[in-house]
């Protein structure tokens, strides 16, 4: 089901980053995150954040439980100097898929691949999470007929494949749609197999 896809690709990105990134800071970042932050359970809040501090920019996440108390958890930090303002919150029965599918939409206005933060105008966000909320009420199916092969791990074939392709277009929601992979799990492993970060196992490599 889906939920045992996007179970299969959170577990899979973290093997990945465990194994094959542990000498990559960034990567290292996205592993402790991911450890912290995603539940099996898939039910839970999307939310827009605004922060008077960073008016271009919008921090667009999910959280299993209220919005207002994560953006005052957040707002604790000492980076942050104003506090979060919560612009927008829905509830969702399957908040882990349709966040990928938001960050996957959003993925151009990105500011950084580790962080939750778009360059986006707030009424486009907020249709766009509007938009595949309701999507998937219609498409339960949604999230593994966009990326059917985002549970699976890479292979050498398909590696050798991804070089090829991103010599000819490096852009990521193109070679995404290529692969059947989020965005996400393409920009982290473009960028261990174009920089060397990580090296290649048989573990991982059938």
Same mark, same amino acid.
């Given at each position: 089901?889906?939920?045992?896809?996007?179970?299969? #690709?959170?577990?899979?990105?973290?093997l990945?980053?465990?194994?094959?990134?542990?000498?990559?800071?960034? *990567?290292?970042?996205?592993?402790?995150?991911?450890?912290?932050? %995603?539940?099996?359970? +898939?039910?839970?809040?999307?939310?827009? #954040?605004?922060?008077?501090?960073?008016?271009?920019l #919008?921090?667009?996440?999910?959280?299993r439980?209220?919005? $207002?108390?994560?953006?005052?958890?957040?707002?604790?930090?000492?980076?942050?100097?104003l506090p979060?303002?919560?612009?927008?919150?829905?509830?969702?029965?399957?908040? *882990?898929?349709?966040?990928?599918?938001?960050?996957?939409?959003? %993925?151009?206005?990105? @500011?950084?691949?580790?962080? $939750?933060?778009?360059? @986006?105008?707030? $009424?486009?966000?907020?249709?766009?999470?509007?938009?595949?909320?309701? +999507?998937?009420?219609?498409?339960?199916?949604?999230?593994?007929?966009?990326?059917?092969? +985002?549970?699976?791990? %890479?292979?050498?074939?398909?590696?050798e494949?991804?070089?090829?392709?991103?010599?000819? *277009?490096?852009?990521?929601?193109?070679?995404? *749609?290529?692969?059947?992979?989020?965005?996400?799990?393409? $920009?982290?492993? #473009?960028? +261990?197999i174009?920089?060397?970060?990580?090296?290649?196992?048989?573990?991982?490599?059938?």
């Amino acid at each position: 089901g889906l939920m045992d896809i996007v179970s299969n #690709l959170l577990n899979e990105q973290y093997l990945f980053k465990s194994y094959y990134c542990q000498n990559n800071v960034k *990567n290292q970042i996205i592993q402790e995150k991911e450890q912290r932050q %995603w539940k099996n359970d +898939s039910d839970g809040y999307v939310y827009i #954040l605004t922060n008077e501090a960073m008016p271009e920019l #919008l921090k667009i996440g999910k959280c299993r439980n209220s919005p $207002e108390n994560r953006a005052k958890e957040i707002s604790k930090h000492t980076g942050i100097p104003l506090p979060f303002k919560v612009e927008y919150k829905k509830y969702t029965p399957c908040a *882990n898929e349709v966040e990928i599918l938001i960050q996957s939409e959003l %993925w151009d206005y990105k @500011v950084d691949v580790l962080k $939750e933060f778009f360059k @986006v105008d707030f $009424e486009n966000a907020k249709l766009i999470c509007e938009n595949i909320i309701n +999507s998937l009420i219609d498409k339960p199916n949604l999230f593994s007929t966009k990326y059917p092969n +985002s549970g699976k791990a %890479w292979n050498r074939d398909e590696i050798e494949k991804l070089k090829k392709e991103h010599t000819k *277009n490096n852009d990521i929601k193109y070679l995404s *749609n290529i692969f059947g992979r989020t965005p996400y799990q393409i $920009e982290i492993f #473009l960028n +261990s197999i174009d920089f060397g970060e990580c090296n290649t196992s048989d573990k991982f490599h059938s």
